[in-house]
């Protein structure tokens, strides 16, 4: 196979934390092309001009990612102010891996050369996907463009994004409408979504959809020690910390808590996540919380090994979202034996039919009362989690990556 990666997302995370759910494919997405292509090719925009990787140089990328050692940086980037100093070493150390640096469309022209038969460009992120770039494959005459939506929430909630990012994204799909051949949507629901906004934006488009459910890993917990903060039970709210997720009601249910319990009947809430869209309200009330650091206790920067920690520390996993796009740490929590109290929203009623407790996300009393009676309960799930409805939930990356590439639905 053919195949150029666009990894803008996936650079621009080496200095983050704990990798998102966008992350995670995107470091799949890395790993199979590696083990798939025989000579893949892989592609960063900076600024103006794509940075182009051959194996080698991606290899030693990600040997730089996991060690941290980066190049000094020289020449123009010591000047990119707004960067971080640690961001900066990064672009040096990728200008002396990078085989060219030019427009993409030179660089599409380049390899053509070098490939033999058809090639695709997969962008499995939202990153990088301007008109610029998105003209610049078909300049160039790529044989077919392939982009992963994992939602449309700047779209249909604004009022949870930034105005920027809102205005960004809609412009971003309609690049996508006009010159992508294939969108892989990571749910039915978010399949649909995109499908309403493309009639609207490009009623003429010939884009295809597809939907392919994400590959959900499965916590050891057994080679973990569970997080131990005091005797009392713990809940884990998993993802990123802002409003759309709805934490401001979880605030509210633990002040009541303190209102109308002993200190002893009230449980641990574990907020695990970098924290996102900033609202001055909802920082302000989780940083004054009077429960904070007694019940309620945040966790910025966990690996994967204190993720699962957290996760075995738990009574269930809270996810009481407004919207999302899919909700992998659901699946994950159900796969090791861990409940699931989740908002009665579609796409949580499309993936977890019959295994997760379905609240509407405004029932704050509902959830108060539901909370306190798991905290009574055994880890122990009472109901086994039912996978049999979706067969990707169970397979690996490479199936994934298989079924995306063959334009076959993941769970056909």
């Known amino acids: ?58 290899q030693r990328l990600l ?31 990728m200008r002396d891996l990078a085989l060219m640096q030019a427009r993409l469309a030179e660089i599409i022209t380049n390899l053509r050369g070098q490939f033999d038969g058809p090639f695709t460009y997969f962008n499995p992120s939202h990153s990088n996907l301007s008109d610029s770039t998105m003209s ?32 960004r994204f809609d412009r971003m799909l309609g690049n996508v409408a006009k010159y992508a051949d294939q969108i892989i949507c990571n749910s039915e629901y978010t399949e649909a979504c995109v499908q309403r906004v493309i009639r609207v934006k490009n009623p003429r ?45 979880l605030l509210n249910i633990w002040e009541n808590y303190g209102k109308t319990l002993p200190t002893a ?14 609202t001055q309200e909802f920082f302000h009330s989780l940083d004054n919380h009077p429960m904070r650091g007694q019940h309620i206790f945040e966790y910025n920067n966990f690996s994967d090994q204190q993720v699962a920690s957290a996760l075995k520390a738990s009574k269930a996993l809270l996810f009481p979202s407004y919207v999302e796009g899919f909700g992998l740490p659901a699946i994950e ?24 407790e379905f609240i509407p996300a405004t029932a704050q009393n509902r959830w108060a009362e539901t909370i306190l009676r798991y905290a009574s309960k055994n880890n122990t799930r009472t109901v086994d989690p039912v996978f049999t409805d979706m067969p990707a939930f169970v397979i690996n990356w490479t199936h994934f990556f298989n079924s995306v590439y063959s334009n076959h639905r993941s769970y056909d």
């Open 1 to 58: 196979m053919n195949l150029i990666l666009d990894i803008t997302r996936f650079v621009s995370r080496f200095t983050m934390g704990h990798d998102t759910g966008i992350d995670r494919v995107m470091r799949a997405a890395v790993l199979d092309a590696l083990d798939r292509c025989e000579n893949p090719y892989f592609v960063y925009r900076s600024k103006r001009v794509h940075f182009l990787f051959d194996r080698h140089g991606m």
């Open 63 to 93: 040997r730089m990612s996991e060690t941290n050692q980066w190049q000094r940086a020289r020449g123009i980037d010591r000047l990119r102010f707004k960067r971080t100093k640690l961001f900066r070493r990064i672009l040096t150390s």
């Open 136 to 167: 610049d494959l078909k300049a160039g005459k790529c044989d077919r463009v392939m982009v992963m939506i994992h939602d449309v929430i700047p779209i249909d909630f604004p009022e949870f994004c930034n105005p920027e990012v809102s205005q």
């Open 205 to 249: 488009s010939v884009c295809e959809t597809s939907v392919h459910y994400l590959v959900h890993t499965v916590p050891d917990l057994d080679s973990v020690m569970a997080l131990h903060i005091n005797d009392r039970p713990s809940f884990l709210c998993l993802g990123t910390i802002e409003p759309r997720k709805n934490i401001q009601m």
């Open 265 to 278: 009947d009230i449980p641990n809430l574990l907020l695990v996540g970098k924290r996102g869209w900033e």
């Open 333 to 356: 929590a159900l796969a090791c034996g861990r409940d699931v109290i989740c908002s009665d929203i579609p796409v949580f009623q499309e993936i977890l039919p019959r295994s997760g």
